[in-house]
């Protein structure tokens, strides 16, 4: 279990540097100067329709991306500017305020930044990277959201785990097996020693071990096969002075 839990965390980990650096190169692929001049109402111009068809395009081209969009601040609040998904579905428009801030957000306005957990909100539950968005001077006006599900974050997460699971299963089979047959030829010695063992106390001197171990075992069968060799010797030393 503690193996699982290690082995989550650490997809987890390399899903928000995945998300992070996705963020980081999208960012460098916009154009900075015509995002920042966007304004409420400029949906159908050739720069906003250019940007939304960019990260459209950048999303259809990795199924793992959910949602893709753009963001400036606007006091206090944070604001869309960019949506690949404006005009389908419940796509955000231009200067539509985004109603949860939180510091893993704004921190992608300076440096990219990933969220620390799955974050929820009106599109559902996602877990995020940031990069700033910086125009032609280098100046930031803006950054970038990429958004992953969080049911495809947690599908690679059973998937590794379920992969542990049956690794750790076939190492069980395999070590039992292992066990149920070195413990089988035990078992089998022991029978044949106790069998030798009331051969003997019989008066019986013919009986052969026939056990090579180098074990306990085997030790002890040596010790049967000397004491039947001295019982020979003592026998045929008594029948000769008879």
Known sequence: MYTYGE?????????QD???????????QIDGDAMAALRPGDEETPAFVA????????????????????????GDTVEFIVDADY?????AAIG?????????????????????????????????GYAPVRDSSGTV??????????????????????TIFVIIGIAVLIAGGIIALFSRTIIRDIKTL????????????????GIERRD??????????RMVASLKIMMDTDAGEK
């Open 216 to 225: 306990e075992i085997g030790e002890l069968a040596d010790s049967f096969g």
């Open 51 to 74: 940007i939304r068809h960019q990260l459209e395009t950048i999303r259809q081209s990795n199924p793992d991306i959910l949602y893709l969009y753009t963001m400036r601040q606007a």
């Open 7 to 15: 082995t989550k965390n650490a997809l987890k980990e390399t899903t």
């Open 194 to 209: 106790n069998a030798t063992a009331n051969a003997i106390s019989t008066g019986n001197t013919g009986v052969t071990i």
């Open 141 to 162: 006006v803006g950054l970038v959201g990429v958004d992953m599900d969080s049911s495809r974050v947690m599908q690679r997460q059973d998937f590794i785990g379920n």
């Open 18 to 28: 995945e998300l992070r650096g996705l963020a980081s190169i999208i960012a460098t």
């Open 96 to 128: 539509e305020v985004y109603d949860r801030v939180f510091p893993e957000l704004l921190a992608g306005f300076t440096a990219p930044s990933v969220d620390s957990e799955f974050t929820t909100d009106g599109w559902g539950t996602v877990l995020s």
């Open 87 to 91: 005009g389908v579905e419940d796509g």
